[in-house]
C-alpha cells in the first residue's frame, strides 16, 4: 500500500486514474463511496480519503484536506 497526502481549496477536482497494464481493472473511492475515473470529487470540509486499487496488487490511499 502506498499512502500519500494533499490539500486543496477547492470544491471539486477531477480524479483520473489509469492502468499501465490495459489488462488490470481500477476502482476508485472516495470515503468509501465508489467514483468514475476522470469525473470531479466534491471535497467536504477537513479529510477526505480516495483509495485507488490496482488489480487485487497494489493500493494507493490519498488524504486530501480541504481547508476553505
Same mark, same amino acid.
Given at each position: 500500500m502506498y499512502e500519500y497526502t494533499a490539500? /486543496?481549496?477547492?470544491a471539486t477536482?477531477? =480524479?483520473t486514474a489509469?492502468? /499501465?497494464d490495459t489488462e488490470?481493472?481500477?476502482? =476508485?473511492?472516495v470515503d468509501a463511496?465508489?467514483?468514475v475515473s476522470g469525473e470531479a470529487a466534491t471535497?467536504?470540509?477537513g479529510e477526505n480519503v480516495v483509495v485507488v486499487d490496482v488489480g487485487s496488487l497494489?493500493?494507493?490511499t490519498?488524504?486530501? /484536506?480541504? /481547508?476553505?
Open positions: 490539500a /486543496t481549496t477547492n477536482n477531477a =480524479i489509469t492502468a /499501465t488490470m481493472d481500477v476502482t =476508485i473511492t463511496s465508489p467514483h471535497w467536504a470540509a497494489t493500493q494507493y490519498v488524504t486530501v /484536506t480541504k /481547508t476553505e
